[in-house]
C-alpha cells in the first residue's frame, strides 16, 4: 500500500508539471509515462484516463494549498492578519498554478462530472476558511456578523470577482506579470480591509 501511495504521488507530480506546463490538450499520458519510466499501462491503473487524472491533479494540488492555510490559521490571533495571510497564500497559488487552473476553467465544460466536483469541492474549502476567520474576529470581540457563511459567500465572490474583473484585459497574453498579480493581491487586501471595517464591532 505504501509503494502504491508513492507510485500514485510520482504520477500525480509529474502529472502536475505538465499539465501546469502545456494545459489539457497538449499533454498525453504517454508523455507523463514517459517522464517517469514508467508503463502506460501502469499509469492507466491508477487512473482510468486523462481527464481523470488532470482532475485528480488539480485537487492534490488544492489540497495543499489548504493544508498550509489551515495548519497556519490557529497560529494568527488577529483577524485581519489572518485574512491578510490567507490572500498572500492565494496569491500564491494562483501564480504558481495559473496555466493549470486557467485550463481547468475551459475544462469543466468537458468534463463536468469530474472536474466540476473538484472546483465544488475547493470553493466550499475556501468558504470555510473565510468562516473560520470571521469566526475568529467574532470570538475575539472584533466583528459582530449576523450570518457568518452568507457573509464568507459574499466575501468569496468579491475576491473571484476582483481577480477575472482585473485578468480579463490580458486574456491574449500567455502569463500575467508579476506586477499584474501585485496588483491583485494590493486591491484585494485594500478590498478585504475595508469589508472587515464594515464587520468591526461597534
Same mark, same amino acid.
Given at each position: 500500500?505504501?509503494?502504491?501511495?508513492?507510485?500514485?504521488?510520482?504520477?500525480?507530480?509529474?502529472?502536475?508539471?505538465?499539465?501546469?506546463?502545456?494545459?489539457?490538450?497538449?499533454?498525453?499520458?504517454?508523455?507523463?509515462?514517459?517522464?517517469?519510466?514508467?508503463?502506460?499501462?501502469?499509469?492507466?491503473?491508477?487512473?482510468?484516463?486523462?481527464?481523470?487524472?488532470?482532475?485528480?491533479?488539480?485537487?492534490?494540488?488544492?489540497?495543499?494549498?489548504?493544508?498550509?492555510?489551515?495548519?497556519?490559521?490557529?497560529?494568527?490571533?488577529?483577524?485581519?492578519?489572518?485574512?491578510?495571510?490567507?490572500?498572500?497564500?492565494?496569491?500564491?497559488?494562483?501564480?504558481?498554478?495559473?496555466?493549470?487552473?486557467?485550463?481547468?476553467?475551459?475544462?469543466?465544460?468537458?468534463?463536468?462530472?469530474?472536474?466540476?466536483?473538484?472546483?465544488?469541492?475547493?470553493?466550499? /474549502?475556501?468558504?470555510?476558511?473565510? +468562516? #473560520?476567520?470571521?469566526?475568529?474576529? &467574532?470570538? @475575539?470581540? %472584533?466583528?459582530?456578523?449576523?450570518? *457568518?457563511?452568507?457573509?464568507?459567500?459574499?466575501?468569496?465572490?468579491?475576491?473571484?470577482?476582483?481577480?477575472?474583473?482585473?485578468?480579463?484585459?490580458? /486574456?491574449?497574453?500567455?502569463?500575467? +506579470? #508579476?506586477?499584474?498579480?501585485?496588483? &491583485?493581491? @494590493?486591491? %484585494?487586501?485594500?478590498?478585504?480591509? *475595508?469589508?472587515?471595517?464594515?464587520?468591526?464591532?461597534?
Amino acid at each position: 500500500m505504501i509503494n502504491a501511495d508513492k507510485k500514485r504521488t510520482q504520477i500525480l507530480e509529474a502529472a502536475t508539471r505538465r499539465f501546469a506546463h502545456f494545459g489539457l490538450a497538449k499533454t498525453t499520458m504517454a508523455e507523463i509515462a514517459q517522464d517517469l519510466s514508467f508503463s502506460k499501462a501502469l499509469l492507466y491503473y491508477y487512473f482510468p484516463d486523462k481527464n481523470t487524472l488532470y482532475a485528480a491533479v488539480l485537487e492534490h494540488v488544492i489540497n495543499q494549498s489548504f493544508y498550509e492555510m489551515e495548519t497556519a490559521l490557529p497560529t494568527i490571533p488577529d483577524c485581519q492578519a489572518a485574512m491578510m495571510f490567507v490572500l498572500d497564500k492565494r496569491i500564491e497559488f494562483i501564480t504558481k498554478y495559473y496555466n493549470l487552473l486557467e485550463y481547468s476553467v475551459s475544462a469543466v465544460q468537458q468534463v463536468p462530472d469530474v472536474m466540476a466536483r473538484v472546483l465544488a469541492e475547493s470553493k466550499d /474549502k475556501e468558504q470555510t476558511i473565510i +468562516t #473560520k476567520i470571521l469566526q475568529k474576529g &467574532i470570538d @475575539s470581540g %472584533q466583528l459582530h456578523v449576523e450570518d *457568518v457563511q452568507e457573509t464568507a459567500e459574499i466575501m468569496l465572490f468579491a475576491l473571484v470577482g476582483m481577480r477575472f474583473s482585473i485578468l480579463k484585459d490580458i /486574456k491574449g497574453m500567455l502569463f500575467p +506579470t #508579476k506586477g499584474e498579480f501585485d496588483r &491583485i493581491l @494590493s486591491l %484585494q487586501k485594500k478590498m478585504a480591509t *475595508v469589508f472587515l471595517k464594515g464587520l468591526a464591532k461597534p
